[in-house]
T-cell receptor
Framework: DAGVIQSPRHEVTEMGQEVTLRCKPI?????LFWYRQTMMRGLELLIY????????DSGMPEDRFSAKMPNASFSTLKIQPSEPRDSAVYFC???????????????FGQGTRLTVV | SQQGEEDPQALSIQEGENATMNCSYK?????LQWYRQNSGRGLVHLIL?????REKHSGRLRVTLDTSKKSSSLLITASRAADTASYFC???????????FGQGTRLTINP
């Protein structure tokens, strides 16, 4: 398996523009996580899905942020409109979770470095 | 949201020495995991310890868990320059699946 695939790797956009980050989880995994990493705030959990359903979005900072998982192999994180303070590295991770599953390690993508100018 | 704190925030040691990093958390957990992040890269899973386990080994890694103190430690023995990275602990709460990370320890191994 190619692992968790995120695109794009780098994104530079102007303030006010819409930004869409994409993630393809590992085939067969049923949990997907979106994280944001900055020097000031560390690694923050934004939202996680289980079986394509959003379970906890309490980490989404504002209504400008939205995430979808239309099927088991694809998820998006959208920021509209973007602001300079959204500049960060955004990571997607996936894992296999559930009753009877003993190893719940998460596998991370390489991240998308977002710069909003 | 951050689960807890890691200590120290930064650690610099000589190659060959042992490195110990600590993690504290606040909730009742199902398991605790340690991850490593090289600069500019994604996190890589190192080891998982369940709430009913007290110690676990994997190669040069040794993890302990004290649920009464809500703390864990990661020991890297015989450190190498290639161990230079940031190390994060993460917890999974009981009855949940979400993985919440600490702030991390930046480890530098000097050759």
């Amino acid at each position: 398996d190619a692992g968790v695939i995120q695109s794009p790797r780098h994104e530079v956009t102007e303030m006010g523009q819409e930004v869409t980050l994409r993630c393809k989880p590992i085939s067969g995994h049923n949990s997907l996580f979106w994280y944001r990493q900055t020097m000031m705030r560390g690694l923050e959990l934004l939202i996680y899905f289980n079986n394509n359903v959003p379970i906890d979005d309490s980490g989404m900072p504002e209504d400008r942020f939205s995430a979808k998982m239309p099927n088991a192999s694809f998820s998006t994180l959208k920021i509209q409109p973007s602001e300079p303070r959204d500049s960060a590295v955004y990571f997607c991770a996936s894992s296999l979770t559930g009753q009877g599953i003993r190893n719940t390690e998460a596998f991370f993508g390489q991240g998308t470095r977002l710069t909003v100018v | 949201s951050q689960q807890g704190e890691e200590d120290p925030q930064a650690l610099s040691i000589q190659e060959g020495e042992n490195a110990t990093m600590n993690c504290s958390y606040k909730t009742s957990i199902n398991n605790l995991q340690w991850y490593r992040q090289n600069s500019g890269r994604g996190l890589v899973h190192l080891i998982l310890i369940r709430s009913n386990e007290r110690e676990k080994h994997s190669g040069r890694l040794r993890v302990t868990l004290d649920t009464s103190k809500k703390s864990s430690s990661l020991l890297i023995t015989a450190s190498r320059a290639a161990d230079t990275a940031s190390y994060f602990c993460a917890t999974v709460d009981r009855g949940a699946q979400k993985l919440v990370f600490g702030q991390g320890t930046r480890l530098t191994i000097n050759p």
